[in-house]
């Protein structure tokens, strides 16, 4: 039976509805620290292997696509810890977002997989031939960072001033074998090995195994404990590994983000291989801010068939095994840019009063964004707490809630006082399972299992 785990912990109304059709999930549109969101995903392997996530609050917005190559568990690991290992270097440094603590977070993410890989290399070895790309945005003020390993793309679309359109502009740099820069860069770190890049089924592959060239896991391919049995023999390297082949350290470069600047494209390779920076922009700013997403999957999705020469809706009936010739797993997020938001100075009072005066919350937060509490059960009523002040509105003086509304202030304050009430519900499961200590004041995360 299929397993639905979560785009979750989904904090707060602002994190928009879940949809499903077929093997697509979105969220057509959501609220971030600095405007709406938009993400989809749609899978095409056995067992989806892309991730990714919104992470927004005091800090700014934190968004991460991870797509994972030989298996899920590197992407869904990226995806529980890359960012708690920023916010906890962040907290500990008490610094602003920084490309040195980034790069200290993806360093600590890494460090943590090998870990991970290393204990459990006798029941799981083939944990070690599991990698994922990694593309990070972290908005905080003004001031763009991005984050890249892997092929993973992030495009702005941005308004020229003189004309009116919306022009493309790739902010994120690329780690694949396939351009000859990343060659020549391999070439150059490995001048005694004339097979460190090969031509394999018209792709250039990084010892004929992988295109990309940094990721996250992938430690067959970083140390050589690892590379041995008993992981597959197409994974194992015929000569010895002297230093690593692939990289963790990622890409990272600043933006300072302009009032012309209206959206961000992130999105992994499956979408950019059917569709132009331009194309993708264009499609984002011709439509509603609501299903953009959705809109540039199902675009792809048309372009893969085309060349195919299939009608999308042909896809349904086809084989999972053959779904991946057709297209990758395609993940993406569009974050809109609302510039009297990102102008505005954080604080608590303005972070909080986005949420305040929200009655049916899944969840209840902590003003301080510091635990942003527990779900809520299914058969718990979501207006609780709005139904306690009802029914001390409607209590002694026999008054119905709807006339209290005609009475002017100085009546009214006879009837009652102020009130104010917060229902907290104690999910044990979680409580037991604890939380990072800065956690996100909303958190949207994909993690399909199937």
């Given at each position: 039976?299929n ?8 904090v ?5 509805t ?5 093997l697509?999930?979105?969220r ?7 405007g709406?969101f938009s993400m989809?995903?749609v899978?095409?392997?056995q067992?989806l292997?892309d991730q ?5 609050g ?6 991460g ?9 590197a992407a869904?690991?990226?995806?529980d810890?890359?960012f ?7 907290a500990?440094?008490?610094?602003l977002s ?7 977070a993806?360093?600590?993410t890494?460090?943590g997989?090998t ?7 006798r029941?799981l070895p083939d944990l070690?031939?599991t990698?994922?790309c990694?593309l990070?945005?972290m908005?905080?003020q ?5 984050a890249s390993l892997?092929?993973s793309?992030?495009?702005l679309?941005t308004?020229d001033g003189?004309?009116g359109?919306?022009n493309?502009?790739?902010l994120s740099?690329?780690?694949?074998a396939?351009i000859?820069a990343?060659r020549?860069e391999?070439?150059?770190l490995?001048?005694h ?5 090969v031509?394999?089924?018209?792709a250039w592959r ?10 996250i896991g992938d ?11 008993p992981i597959?023999q197409k994974f194992?390297l ?8 692939l ?5 990272i470069l600043?933006?300072?983000l ?7 494209i992130f999105a992994s390779?499956?979408l950019w291989e059917y569709l132009?920076?331009?194309?993708a922009?264009?499609i984002?700013h011709?439509n ?8 540039l999957?199902k675009?792809?999705?048309h ?9 999308p809706?042909?896809r349904?009936?086809l084989?999972?095994k053959v ?7 395609i993940?993406v ?15 608590l009072?303005?972070k909080?009063?986005?949420?305040t005066?929200?009655?049916?919350c899944?969840t209840c937060?902590?003003?301080m964004g510091v635990?942003?509490?527990v779900l ?6 979501l207006?609780s707490?709005k ?7 409607q209590?002694k003086r026999k008054?119905q809630?709807e006339?209290?509304?005609?009475l002017g202030?100085?009546?009214r ?5 102020d009130?104010?009430v917060?229902?907290l519900f ?7 399972r604890?939380?990072a200590?800065?956690?996100a004041?909303?958190?949207?995360r ?5």
């Amino acid at each position: 039976m299929n397993r639905f785990t979560c785009w979750n912990p989904s904090v707060g109304p602002d994190a928009g509805t879940l949809c499903k059709d077929g093997l697509l999930w979105y969220r057509d549109i959501g609220k971030h620290a600095f405007g709406d969101f938009s993400m989809a995903v749609v899978q095409a392997n056995q067992v989806l292997e892309d991730q990714c996530q919104i992470e927004t609050g005091r800090f700014g917005t934190f968004v991460g696509i991870y797509d994972g190559h030989g298996g899920p568990d590197a992407a869904r690991y990226v995806c529980d810890y890359l960012f708690r290992n920023f916010q906890a270097i962040n907290a500990q440094s008490q610094e602003l977002s920084t490309e040195e603590t980034i790069q200290m977070a993806f360093l600590q993410t890494e460090e943590g997989f090998t870990a991970l890989v290393s204990q459990m290399w006798r029941n799981l070895p083939d944990l070690a031939t599991t990698g994922t790309c990694c593309l990070v945005g972290m908005i905080f003020q003004e001031n763009l960072f991005v984050a890249s390993l892997g092929d993973s793309r992030l495009v702005l679309g941005t308004r020229d001033g003189n004309n009116g359109r919306v022009n493309a502009i790739q902010l994120s740099t690329e780690h694949n074998a396939n351009i000859e820069a990343i060659r020549q860069e391999l070439a150059d770190l490995h001048p005694h090995d004339p097979d460190i890049v090969v031509d394999k089924n018209g792709a250039w592959r990084v010892k004929g195994i992988i295109q990309v060239t940094r990721s996250i896991g992938d430690v067959y391919l970083k140390d050589a404990q690892f590379n041995r049995a008993p992981i597959k023999q197409k994974f194992r390297l015929p000569e010895p590994m002297n230093m690593p082949i692939l990289s963790a350290n990622p890409t990272i470069l600043s933006h300072h983000l302009q009032p012309n600047d209206s959206f961000l494209i992130f999105a992994s390779d499956g979408l950019w291989e059917y569709l132009s920076n331009e194309r993708a922009v264009d499609i984002v700013h011709s439509n509603p801010h609501a299903g953009s997403a959705k809109r540039l999957v199902k675009a792809a999705l048309h372009e893969a068939a085309r060349r195919r020469e299939a009608q999308p809706h042909q896809r349904q009936n086809l084989n999972r095994k053959v779904w991946c010739h057709f297209h990758d797993d395609i993940t993406v997020i569009v974050l809109f840019l609302n510039h009297d938001l990102i102008s505005r100075p954080a604080t608590l009072n303005s972070k909080c009063s986005r949420i305040t005066d929200i009655y049916d919350c899944r969840t209840c937060l902590s003003c301080m964004g510091v635990l942003a509490a527990v779900l809520i059960p299914e058969d718990t009523p979501l207006d609780s707490a709005k139904k306690l002040v009802k029914t001390v509105l409607q209590g002694k003086r026999k008054v119905q809630y709807e006339e209290l509304h005609k009475l002017g202030k100085e009546v009214r304050r006879e009837f009652h006082d102020d009130i104010s009430v917060i229902v907290l519900f104690l999910n044990h499961d979680r409580i037991l399972r604890g939380a990072a200590a800065n956690q996100a004041v909303l958190s949207v995360r994909s993690a399909l299992d199937h």
